[in-house]
């Protein structure tokens, strides 16, 4: 079974610190995902990786930064995290080429920052 | 820019049918449908390629009208088990025909199936 993990199920946070949020899958998938999840809003694209050390930036980049330096391996981090940044963080994997394979899920990481 | 899912919100008792849409204001490569339980990750259900290409699973169905760039999810006779929150996830059609690589996903339907 695929397996995609996030370091920390719940985590607070105060306003201006620097917080990670870390992700590995084990499948050895190309491409990996973050995204928020907030109440009537949905799943919203924060970047994504389609290689070690690539990037992109999803729909809601600001505030936000990435980093892949192995493979399995994906990081999300919050340079200052403000209050509006409280949310649920899900990380995702899927296998490279067209983008008509599964893509895998975390059971994500509720961060609150107060 | 996100697809526009409707209804928010559907209540059903056991057995009964439910569609949710999913639409897109720019050409689609393809859709796909995710279910989330409360507190657990999203969980694949199905991805439709083609212009009117029909999916099911169980009796979970799908389709996608290509020229209206919408998808509809068909869940029939439901079960308790249906219960949970339905997203939509469309990746864009570029103009060479491709797609771009992202997965751009709705606000989500929260289905209830009550015995």
């Known amino acids: 079974d695929v397996k995609v993990t996030q370091s920390s199920r719940y985590l607070v946070k105060r306003t201006g610190e620097k917080v990670f949020l870390e992700c590995v899958q084990d499948?050895?998938?190309?491409?990996m995902f973050w995204y928020r999840q907030d109440p009537g809003l949905g799943l919203r694209l924060i970047y994504f990786?389609?290689?070690?050390?690539?990037?992109e930036k999803g729909d809601i980049p600001e505030g936000y930064s990435v980093s892949r330096e192995k493979k399995e391996r994906f990081s999300l981090i919050l340079e200052s995290a403000s209050t509006n940044q409280t949310s649920m963080y899900l990380c995702?994997?899927?296998?490279?080429?067209?983008?008509?394979?599964?893509?895998?899920f975390g059971a994500g990481t509720r961060l609150s920052v107060l | 820019q996100q697809p526009v899912q409707s209804p928010q919100a559907v209540i059903l008792r056991e057995g009964e049918d439910a569609v949710i849409n999913c639409s897109s204001s720019?050409?689609?490569?393809?859709v796909h449908w995710y279910r989330q339980k409360h507190g657990e990750a999203p969980v694949f259900l199905m991805i439709?390629?083609?212009?009117?290409e029909q999916k099911g699973h169980d009796k979970i169905s799908a389709s996608f009208n290509e020229k209206k760039q919408q998808s509809s999810l068909y869940l029939t006779a439901s079960q308790l088990s249906y219960s949970g929150t339905y997203f939509c996830?469309?990746?864009?059609?570029?103009?060479?025909?491709?797609?771009?690589?992202?997965?751009?996903f709705g606000q989500g339907t929260i289905l209830t199936v009550h015995p």
């Open positions: 499948m050895d998938h190309e491409n």
């Open positions: 720019k050409a689609l490569y393809s």
């Open positions: 995702a994997s899927r296998r490279g080429g067209p983008p008509s394979s599964i893509q895998y």
């Open positions: 439709l390629l083609k212009g009117g």
């Open positions: 996830g469309t990746v864009r059609l570029n103009a060479g025909g491709t797609s771009y690589g992202k997965l751009t």
């Open positions: 990786s389609y290689d070690v050390k690539m990037k």
